[in-house]
T-cell receptor
């Protein structure tokens, strides 16, 4: 069964600095998707970034970028120039084909002003 | 706005009662997924429907059931409610292929 592990229950960073959230996953598939979702205090699930496993290039969305290491089954999220609005719970997620999303347990990110 | 609509947003009920949560997927999306998120926990997959048929089941309790109707909206029925059923229930949808799921705002259920 596919599993997703986020080893950092909590992280904190100073405003304007850079922070990296870690995620590892386990799968025997070769073609899949990986995602980072953000859940702010409103509890809404917001897609931050997605990565297709067949693409070698790391995905980037403005201040958010990933470091995708397929062989190591690692998928970390880097947030540059952290802003107060980035404070949230961040979930790493895996999806193969049309199946369900499998989520990690989440990392709570605090931004210190 | 994800395009996924969930009702009600909040629901307070008593133990032993039954409730129904409703989800309207994004226009054109054929797959609906239900997830449960207890306080400060991750999202646990409950069940998936594709074009009216059950596609996959997670750790869904026997007291819970769901269905997807011909117009593609879905309902999650929770019966004989217990205190531990208090949680945020998310519905998500996708067209059917690979890619991200689009989440509704969730239905917060409180069982007293």
């Amino acid at each position: 069964a596919q599993t997703v592990t986020q080893s950092q229950p909590e992280m904190s960073v100073q405003e304007a600095e850079t922070v990296t959230l870690s995620c590892t996953y386990d799968t025997s598939e070769s073609d899949y998707y990986l995602f980072w979702y953000k859940q702010p205090p409103s509890r809404q699930m917001i897609l931050v970034i997605r990565q297709e496993a067949y693409k070698q290039q790391n995905a980037t969305e403005n201040r958010f970028s990933v470091n995708f290491q397929k062989a190591a089954k690692s998928f970390s999220l880097k947030i540059s120039d952290s802003q107060l609005g980035d404070a949230a719970m961040y979930f790493c997620a895996y999806r193969w084909g049309a199946q369900k999303l499998v989520f990690g347990q989440g990392t709570r990110l605090t931004i210190n002003p | 706005d994800s395009g996924v609509t969930q009702t009600p947003k909040h629901l307070i009920t008593a133990t032993g009662q039954r409730v129904t949560l409703r989800c309207s997927p994004r226009s054109g999306d054929l797959s609906v997924y239900w997830y449960q998120q207890s306080l400060d926990q991750g999202l646990q997959f409950l069940i998936q429907y594709y074009n009216g048929e059950e596609r996959a089941k997670g750790n869904i309790l026997e007291r819970f059931s769901a269905q997807q109707f011909p117009d593609l909206h879905s309902e999650l029925n929770l019966s004989s409610l217990e205190l531990g059923d208090s949680a945020l229930y998310f519905c998500a949808s996708s067209f059917g292929g690979a890619g991200e799921l689009f989440f509704g705002e969730g239905s917060r259920l409180t069982v007293l």
